[in-house]
């Protein structure tokens, strides 16, 4: 038999799988990684989520996102906390939040370098189109319309996208 407070914490996880991110709108801050824990606490919901990085500018608005959307299906006691501790990884991203960037027309991180690069050495990346799935990509630009972003040009169906970076 499912409890009262089984029932608030399933409710809770599914209407935080439906907020988005900002800034990817098509990726939910569920598939993002962002959202560490969902607890039931005496009737209290309690969140704990992690910035991409330390300075996001987006947190405030996911907070809220998170907030409103549970007191709009009833739940009024929200807590949502931000650790940065251990830091938030491209790691995090579900397989369905990377289907969806490519979905996206956006080519997903791949795995995290295993040694950092040296000044001015750019790392060795295998970057796949997410249109045509061609991995003859070159990088265009470092930078995209986020930070977390590049430009890449594919030398197979000649399009241009960007791809999110492995941290």
Request: hydrophobic residues 40%; glycine residues 6%; charged residues 20%.
């Amino acid at each position: 038999m499912v409890n009262g407070n089984d029932q608030l914490l399933t409710q809770a996880r599914q209407v935080i799988a439906a907020v988005t991110d900002p800034e990817m709108p098509t990726l939910s801050i569920v598939d993002l990684g962002i959202v560490r824990s969902i607890e039931e606490e005496d009737g209290a919901i309690l969140v704990t989520i992690t910035p991409t990085y330390s300075g996001c500018p987006a947190m405030h608005l996911i907070e809220r996102e998170i907030c409103e959307s549970l007191r709009a299906a009833g739940i009024d006691q929200v807590k949502v906390t931000k650790v940065l501790a251990p830091p938030w990884t491209t790691e995090w991203i579900t397989e369905t939040g990377k289907a969806k960037l490519r979905e996206a027309g956006i080519s997903p991180p791949g795995a995290v370098l295993e040694h950092i690069p040296a000044v001015f050495e750019l790392p060795d990346r295998l970057v796949q189109c997410p249109l045509c799935g061609s991995d003859q990509a070159k990088l265009v630009s470092e930078f995209g319309s986020t930070a977390c972003k590049s430009m890449y040009s594919c030398g197979t169906c000649l399009s241009t996208f960007e791809h999110m970076k492995s941290i």
